[in-house]
Every structure is written in C-alpha cells, then in structure tokens.
C-alpha cells in the first residue's frame, strides 16, 4: 500500500466525547488519502474504545504514552507518521467536509511548508462556545490574526489547525516547548529556519474550546502564561500589542482602586470608556452572530479573556529564571 499523503496528528487527554466527533467528521472528508494517529497523553479516561468503532472507516492508529503535554505527544506522533504532510488538530476541533480539499488547493497554488487555518464556530455549538469563539477571533479584543487573508504571508499556525511538511519535522524535530504557546515557539522556528508558512484561509475547522467561562478564563491565562515564555526564548516576538491585555486589567483595577480616591469625574470618564468599549464589543458580536443571547455572553467572555491572558502575561514576565 503506498503512504498516504497526509498524517492526522490528534493529542487527547481525558475527551472521548470530543475524538468521536472529530474522527467522525474525518469519515465524511471529500478527499480520502490520509491516515490517522490519535495519541492518548497518559488519559486516565481513555478513548482506545472511540478509535476501535472507526477502525473500519478510517487508516487510523493508536498510540497511549505517559502524560507529558501536547507537544510531546505530537512528536511522537509525527514520528509514527508516514504522510508527505504532517496535520494537528485538537481533540475539541470538528472538521467541515472540504477540509483536505481545500488544503489541496492552498498548497497546489502556494507550495507552503508548513500552513495553519482559522477556526470558527459551528451553528450547533451551545451560546458560550460561540461567544467564546468570537472573543478568541475578533478585532476588537486579541483576535484579529485569525483567518484574515491579509495575513496569508506571516500567519503563526496554531496547533488546532496546523500542518507542516516532513521536511519541516526533520529540520526543526517538532515541538520543542511541552504546552502553553508550544504551537507559537514552533510557528517562530519554522520561520527562522527559511519554511514557506501561510494561512490557507478556507480551510477552517469548527472549534468548541472549552465549555464554561471558567475553563475559558484557565485556557487564556495559560495562553498569556505562553506568550511570555515565548519572550524568553525569542524576544523579539513579544510586541507592545502582547502587552494590551495587562494595560487592558491594570487600566481597570486603577479606575476602580485609585480614580474614586481622586474625584468622581476622572472616576466616571474612566469608567465610560470601558463600558463603551464593552457596549461596542456586544454590539459587534450581534453583528457577526445574528444571536442576541450570544452577544451578550460575548462581554463576559472578552472581560475574562483580557484579564486572563493580561494576568497570566504579566505574572509569568514577573518571574525570575535563572539564566
């Protein structure tokens, strides 16, 4: 049998529920030729039982390992690989029909090394997915890289919807950071290194994130936490936008603490501008979604998004490391 031409890579921890739906969208793909490598990270809820029901369905493996994170775990599978074109998703990620397809598109037209795609929300994801989807996309909080095809020429993949040639994998050996902006780190190194990276912006994936506003606001503390470990190890990719969350929550936390303290005017004009700003993020939302109670979900979650990456940035750049 000759080697397929591209490997599915799929990290999981602990989410049977979410590799089921996305290996079943993988059964519905319009282009065929590929394989699957579904690498359980040391789940204690493990979904071998998942990957048996499409074994009739999809080339698909599987591979269980001690827990070390996601970019160990796309290593290993990367290395069992044997597709010309190495592909990550996440295991919260749903694929539309058309996925490789337009990927076939894309690479016949730009002859990438290494690619990424954007990542929208699906009709049947709950209010809160899709609030928090929008925050995570839109130009008005941190978003705003995401699927704009005027960023084809220096778009950083992200890991729910990255893919990279095997040359690539030879030349950089993968991941290098074990998570938090492991996907980043490499996205850098690969750019480093020469590669032809772009955005194929129609080859988006539908993804669910977390389901609570609480799981949200871990998963943006992380990424801020992420972001300033990037720093560390390339300094040059921590821009003053990196730093707009943290102003974004240190703003807020002085309008509440020290403008009362100085006179209800400067206290009011302070506190206006982030409700106007919070009024234009849920009328934006409102716009995009067409849903009402989307929209006003989308002001908590942009509130939680800011502060969470604002704080985990900051506490980490705050740290000392020992050279």
Known sequence: MHSPKYSVIVPVFNRPQEVDELLLSLTQQTFRNFEVIVVEDGSTVRCDSVVDCYRDQLSIQYYFKPNSGPGPSRNAGFALAKGEYLVVFDSDCILP??????????????SFDAW????????????????????????LTTGGIRGGKKHVGWFQPRS?????SRKVFEATQGFAFDRFAEDIEFSIRMKKAGFHVGLIAD?????????TLRQFYHQVFNFGKGRALVGRVHPE????????????????VFIIVVLPLLGKELFSLGASAYILYFIAIGFHSLYINRNIQVALLSVPSAFLQLCGYGIGFLQESLKKHNP
């Open 203 to 211: 080859a988006f994936v539908f993804h669910k994130r977390r389901t």
């Open 160 to 164: 729910f919807n990255m893919g990279i």
């Open 97 to 110: 029909p058309t996925y490789f397809e337009v990927v076939e598109k894309g690479l016949a037209e730009n």
């Open 116 to 139: 990424g795609g954007p990542d929208k929300a699906h009709e049947n994801f709950t209010p809160v997915q899709r609030a928090m989807g929008y925050t995570m996309s839109s130009l």
């Open 237 to 252: 990719e921590v821009k003053i936008t990196h730093w707009f969350p943290t102003i974004f929550t240190v703003g807020m």
